[in-house]
């Protein structure tokens, strides 16, 4: 991979955000295989499609792009997007897109993070306050995705710290998370929220220290009225999926993936 962006692109645009997403797309476009089947290249949609911006022939995969300049290390912890109720009516349809995220500075890509579409849930998304009455476009409501809510596992690095991560390891690595896929939406927010309290605990973690989410669980959940016996239930199918194991009664160890 060229890391650099063709700066020749953007001599007739003016604004930052346009001149970004020019540079990023060809980027994109110029460098990027298929990380779900492995074909050398992606193919871009015409400009201005309301659902992804790349697909790919041979699975027929989609992936809607988004970048920001950011300095530090890392992809930061939200990703503005678009319209909130159009973002919520995308994620929870069955055709979503995958998303590449991509972070750059000095012209110059430093990080691109996959995160299958199956990772998507209406919790992660951050409903912004509507824009004021004397803009534009008064009354629009944006939102962000809140990158910290999504599992580690759900976040595979294609690029990161500008080292190209061997394409074997990503593939693998989406194989592997795809074993959480689910078309049942509600039953994918609880198998995600899990595994992510899960993953905060670090490798070695009680079924005391999972109860300790009971609050955050129940506000995300409010129609179910056992969190524990759902907790425990979902250790049991990151157990059967190979994402943990059970050391002994209620103590569990996250395992390598």
Avoid at 13 to 21: E, I, L, N, V
Wanted: hydrophobic letters at 35%.
């Amino acid at each position: 991979m060229d890391f650099t962006f063709n700066t020749e692109l953007i001599s007739g645009y003016h604004g930052a955000t346009q001149k970004a997403r020019v540079l990023t797309v060809d980027w994109v476009a110029r460098n990027m295989y298929c990380p779900i089947c492995g074909a050398p290249m992606l193919t871009q949609y015409a400009a201005n499609r309301p659902v992804a911006d790349f697909c790919c022939h041979n699975c027929n995969s989609d992936y809607e792009l988004k970048s920001k300049e950011r300095i530090t290390s890392g992809v930061g912890n939200l990703i503005a997007d678009g319209e909130y109720s159009t973002m919520i009516g995308r994620i929870t349809s069955l055709n979503n897109p995958n998303f590449l995220f991509l972070t750059h500075s000095n012209l110059q890509v430093n990080n691109l993070v996959l995160i299958p579409n199956f990772f998507f849930v209406p919790e992660i998304i951050e409903r912004r306050k509507p824009l004021g009455p004397t803009t534009r476009r008064a009354g629009w409501v944006g939102c962000n995705i809140r990158l910290t809510s999504i599992p580690s596992f759900g976040k595979i690095y294609v690029v990161k710290d500008s080292k190209e991560i061997d394409h074997e390891i990503v593939h693998n690595a989406y194989i592997k998370s795809y074993t959480l896929k689910t078309d049942n939406l509600q039953g994918r927010g609880w198998i995600m929220d899990v595994l992510h309290c899960a993953e905060s605990l670090g490798s070695d973690f009680t079924l005391k220290d999972m109860y300790t989410f009971v609050p955050r669980l129940r506000s995300r959940h409010p129609e179910n009225n056992n969190i524990e016996a759902k907790i425990r239930q979902q250790l049991q199918v990151l157990r059967d999926k190979g994402l943990i194991e059970f050391v002994s009664p209620g103590h569990y160890r996250m395992l390598k993936v």
